[in-house]
């Protein structure tokens, strides 16, 4: 037996080709292996920027001893959670079920029929500050195995059942309403640290997707209210250590509750799911400082994750073993970079001689603009280029498809609204690599490396994410082809994810070969496929086809009649529900312009920098799209004039040849 890891297409799994542990890749063939060998399986599961993934990586399975402490007793599978969210979700769950708290790396023994029987996350190699080592968890567990094994078996199974049990679908709960949206929106808001920005405490995320709803609720019922609470939240992140102040981009979350201390690792889905919320605040506001991060954001992405097809998973959190390596700052070295200047720069971005993170060094801020832009300008500069020699974080080039499709749709419509054509050429390049390379046979895959697609099939996220993206990109292309193959995707995500005995509830993974097929209604770190998919079912009803729409509807209204319960009782793991709730209670709102033959495009890209959050401008000739059906220009003074026709529901408003006689 040997390692197999060296041919995977993941790279995290090919960070650990060299280990002395004989990995391999989850499968049926490891599970056959651990019933011939009557062994267990060890299950390690983590992704490529992860730094105690590292830490555990370097200290133990490059440990020989301990590799043949693990060769001897077990089966070794590695797994990258971002290439199978569905292991990384059973097993996580396992984890929390049996410790009470979940994270990476995720340390799981298995029984041959992949019951798990003992679960943790990070482990020393030896026992150290109270923690029990690797080397003797490992004795343990192989003790246990071998001399009690119907107690290890029976646990195995109760834990099993628990998981099948809490993985039911929701109930639905309250009817979605304004005053429901109302309700779940002041909650959100009673939990915002008015000192410092954002929700709760300490480690503070970027809450993209409540940020999102944020926005919506304020377009939608015209209160203030929400849109001051996103504004200090978009304003604190992006003035903290957790943006990089020069090259832009959002590292995945601070450990303190002011921003300042960032996790170092910077993820695509979190900078396409903020890239949304700033260019949508930008447009809503004219905010000077929403603007500018949007811009640098989408720098970002290009300068550091672009792959030639699509954007890269993630920059590591370390560098050459040590995190934020390539980040922080002292005062000396300020000093022997910008000579002048450098004493200024350190006031602006918070350099001191104690520091703010280890060893004296200091992450970069901006708590408030420079009173000299060139000059300002010009220390950048310099600081980056001094940056460029120091050495980098990795990179992870795996391209996910749904988090670069909440790519694609940040992109399209911050492109339209912002009036920047090339981040809507973008968006196109990126969804033509997706279709190209991850559409096999009418199915999805979840990611790709170096044009290859790799064997695991999308998740629920992928085909809803996707769908949406497509949607919004024939929306302001104008581009059919989009809007086909988006139909055909949600029509494949229908057939396959949808509950079958539960109208409205969805299934997160494809069926078979796991323990349960999981599923989570509850937004994290990226939304629920569950709000995603109702997204995308809301979008449908300015595109698809006249005899389609009402099924799609009616599985809208089902899918959003689940998600009340969760707005109702945990709105702040409710935003992207939130947001899409928006939109749908509001009508939902989809507006046809009807362009005149020689008309310029000016009314429908006044109307989408106007429309609200999830509201599709759809424009054309007439009859050349569904929603354009019988709907043509309007005779004016002689000539044909763009007509604007606003539609709630099935409902539509007479035509107005201006946007700002649009009632949006």
């Known amino acids: 037996m040997a390692n197999r890891l060296q041919q995977s297409n993941s790279p995290y799994l090919r960070q650990h080709a060299d280990n002395p542990v004989d990995w391999q ?98 482990f020393p190699p030896r026992s150290r500050n109270g923690q029990a080592g690797f080397a003797e968890l490992l004795d343990a567990v192989h003790g246990t195995w071998t001399t009690r094994r119907d107690e290890v078996e029976v646990a195995g199974s109760k834990i099993t059942e628990h998981l099948r049990a809490t993985a039911q679908t929701l109930p639905e709960g309250p009817r979605l309403d304004i005053q429901l949206l109302a309700d779940a929106t002041a909650s959100i808001l009673a939990d915002e640290d008015r000192a410092h920005a ?35 939240t978009l304003h604190a992140m992006a003035r903290g250590g957790i943006y990089d102040q020069l090259a832009g981009g959002f590292a995945r979350y601070a450990v303190d509750e002011q921003w300042v201390i960032p996790h170092f690792e910077k993820m695509l889905y979190d900078n396409a799911l903020l890239l949304r919320a700033y260019a949508h ?55 022997e970079i910008l000579g002048d200047d450098a004493a200024w720069a350190a006031e602006l971005f918070t350099v001191t001689d104690t520091g703010t993170f280890e060893q004296g060094s200091s992450t970069l801020r901006l708590p408030c603009d420079p009173d000299d832009a060139e000059r300002y300008e010009s220390v950048r ?33 911050a492109g339209a609204s912002l009036d920047r054509p090339e981040w809507i050429g973008r968006a196109r390049e990126i969804a033509n690599g997706l279709c190209d390379v991850h559409l096999v046979d009418g199915d999805l895959h979840r990611s790709s490396l170096d044009g290859v697609v790799g064997t695991p099939l999308g998740a629920l996220e992928d085909y809803a994410a996707f769908t949406t993206a497509l949607f919004t990109l024939h929306s302001v292309t104008g581009e059919e082809r989009w809007r086909t193959v988006g139909l055909e995707i949600l029509d494949r995500a229908i057939t396959v994810f949808a509950d079958p005995d539960e109208t409205g509830a969805w299934f997160d993974a494809h069926p078979g070969g796991l323990l349960l097929r999981p599923r989570d209604p509850v937004d994290g770190a990226t939304p629920a496929g569950a709000s995603l998919i109702a997204e995308a079912l809301v979008a449908s009803a300015a595109v698809a086809d006249v005899d389609a729409q009402q099924r799609y509807a009616d599985l809208a209204d089902a899918t959003l009649a689940r998600a009340g319960i969760i707005l109702a009782k945990a709105p702040r793991s409710a935003g992207h529900w939130l947001a899409v709730a928006q ?64 539609c709630r529901g099935r409902v539509c408003d007479l035509p107005v040849t201006t946007a700002d006689a649009a009632r949006l």
Not at 199 to 210: I, N, Q, V
Not at 614 to 630: H, M, N, R, Y
Request: glycine share 10%; hydrophobic share 40%; net charge negative.
């Open 25 to 122: 890749e989850w499968g049926d063939e490891a599970f056959a292996q651990a019933r011939e060998r009557d062994v267990p399986i060890l299950l390690s599961v983590g992704y490529a920027a992860c730094h105690w993934c590292h830490v555990m990586a370097h200290e133990t399975f490059e440990d020989p001893d301990l590799a043949a402490q693990m060769n001897a007793s077990f089966v070794c599978v590695k797994v990258d959670r971002e290439e199978r969210p569905d292991i990384d979700s059973i097993y996580m769950a396992a984890t929390v079920a049996m410790t009470g708290q979940g994270g990476w790396p995720m340390t799981c023994f298995l029984t041959p029929g992949g019951d798990p029987f003992y679960c943790g996350t990070y």
């Open 381 to 413: 500069a310099r600081l980056s280029t001094a940056r460029a020699q120091r050495p980098q974080p990795d990179r992870d080039d795996k391209v996910v498809t749904g988090w670069n499709a909440f790519a694609i749709t940040a992109l399209a419509e």
């Open 198 to 232: 954002g929700f709760g405490r300490a480690p503070k995320f970027p809450p993209s997707a409540l940020l999102e709803g944020l926005l919506r609720s304020t377009e939608y019922t015209g209160e203030d209210t929400a849109l001051d609470a996103a504004t200090r």
């Open 281 to 335: 605040h930008a447009r809503r506001t004219g905010d000077a400082l929403s603007l500018r991060v949007t811009a640098e954001t989408v720098a970002f992405l290009d300068e550091y994750l672009w792959t030639g097809s699509g954007y890269a998973s993630s920059l590591d959190a370390d560098t050459e073993g040590v995190e934020g390596l390539t980040y922080v700052w002292r005062p000396d070295e300020f000093a």
């Open 583 to 646: 939109a749908y209670v509001a009508g939902p709102v989809q507006v046809a312009v009807a362009q005149a033959p020689d008309c310029d495009g000016a009314m429908a890209a006044q109307l989408r920098r106007r429309a609200p959050g999830g509201v599709l401008v759809i424009a054309g000739e007439q009859d050349s799209g569904p929603l354009l059906q019988e709907r043509g220009p309007v005779p004016t003074g002689g000539r044909l004039r763009d007509a604007a026709y606003v």
